[in-house]
């Protein structure tokens, strides 16, 4: 059974450091990856999502990473703002018939000013 | 306007009370799903539709059950309500043969009493 980690489970970190958010899970054989941003009391906003095939996806100040043979993926926020506050999962697709998503439990930020 | 739309947002109600919570989407995705959220436990599947006659058990399906009454309305149902099912409710949608990448509704918070 394929079972989704995060760690650490909660971070605070200054305003402008640049953090590295971890997932892994325990069966490499997934399709893809995806990691979310939930508000507090808020629906899940999709960030990234990385192909099996993709090492790794960017989009502004974010970066994820993924290697599926160790199990691990890593979204890297640059100069991070208070507005990055939130809690961020990742999820893992298992199979190609996209019915199998399983989410890791989150990590949650606070950005302080 | 949101692509994907709860109804309602927030729902208090008694033990063995029916609530339906319902879900509708612009997006056009083929796909939707029903997941809870608990804290310390992460988001779980609860049902799933590939299209409108097409109706899969997730993992936490019991008490529960779902109508797709056309391609951008998914419903969930509880037959019974009880304490336990005292949850944040997410609906979320996605394509067939695209990345299979999810978007999610703003939540249903409900609370059984």
């Known amino acids: 059974k394929q079972e989704v980690t995060q760690i650490p489970a909660a971070l605070s970190v200054p305003e402008g450091e640049n953090l590295v958010l971890n997932c892994s899970f325990t069966d490499s054989a997934i399709y893809n990856l995806q990691w979310f941003r939930q508000d507090p009391g808020k629906g899940l906003t999709s960030l990234l999502l990385?192909?099996?095939?993709?090492r790794e996806q960017t989009s502004g100040r974010l970066n994820a990473s993924l290697d599926k043979s160790s199990g691990r993926s890593t979204l890297y926020i640059a100069a991070s703002q208070p507005g990055d506050s939130a809690t961020y999962l990742c999820a893992v697709i298992r199979d190609n018939y996209g019915q199998n998503f399983v989410f890791g439990p989150g990590t949650r930020l606070s950005v302080l000013p | 306007d949101a692509d994907v739309t709860q109804t309602p947002r927030n729902r208090i109600t008694k033990t063995g009370k029916r609530i339906m919570l319902e879900c509708s989407q612009t997006k056009g995705h083929d796909r939707m799903y029903w997941y809870r959220q608990d804290p310390g436990l992460g988001l779980r599947l609860i049902y799933y539709?590939?299209?409108?006659?097409?109706?899969n058990k997730g993992e936490i399906s019991d008490g529960y059950s779902v109508s797709r009454q056309a391609q951008a309305k998914f419903s969930l149902s509880l037959e019974s309500a009880i304490p336990n099912q005292t949850a944040l409710y997410f609906c979320?949608?996605?394509?067939?043969?695209?990345?299979?990448?999810?978007?999610f509704g703003p939540g249903t918070r409900l609370t059984v009493t």
């Open positions: 990385i192909q099996s095939s993709q």
């Open positions: 539709s590939f299209d409108v006659k097409d109706i």
């Open positions: 979320a949608t996605s394509r067939t043969g695209d990345s299979y990448e999810q978007y």
